[in-house]
């Protein structure tokens, strides 16, 4: 079983920073790419920014030079830090990461989300 949990969430004003936090826990063999997406109401989930077992790292344009994506595998523990902020990063955050398991298996895994609100 594995579990990914999202924390650092809440509500900031524009210009303001904020840090999420995923951390990873279960069963786990090994954790290959990870992964921050979004979902603003009425929009689909869109990825925000990834980063693989090896450290490469991509963002979305609408991101890029704002947020930086990093993990510690000592900790199972990916971190979004955010800076700049803007009332159109307003969305539900979602981390991602592909898990192999200790069974062996393969396979992405989604937390449950956490809400950033940005106030103009």
């Known amino acids: 079983q594995v579990q990914l949990v999202e924390s650092g969430g809440g509500l900031v004003q524009a210009g303001g920073s904020l840090r999420l936090s995923c951390v990873v826990s279960?069963?786990?063999?090994?954790?290959?790419?990870m992964a921050w997406y979004r979902q603003a109401p009425g929009k689909e989930r869109e990825l925000v920014a990834r980063i693989t077992r090896g450290g490469s790292t991509n963002y979305a344009d609408s991101v890029k030079g704002r947020f930086t994506i990093s993990r510690d595998d000592a900790k199972n523990t990916m971190y979004l830090q955010m800076n700049s902020l803007k009332p159109e990063d307003t969305a539900v955050y979602y981390c991602?990461?592909?898990?192999?398991?200790?069974?062996?298996?393969?396979?992405?895994?989604w937390g449950q989300g956490t809400q950033v609100t940005v106030s103009s």
């Open positions: 991602n990461a592909d898990v192999r398991a200790s069974s062996g298996n393969l396979r992405g895994y």
């Open positions: 279960g069963s786990i063999f090994s954790i290959n790419d």
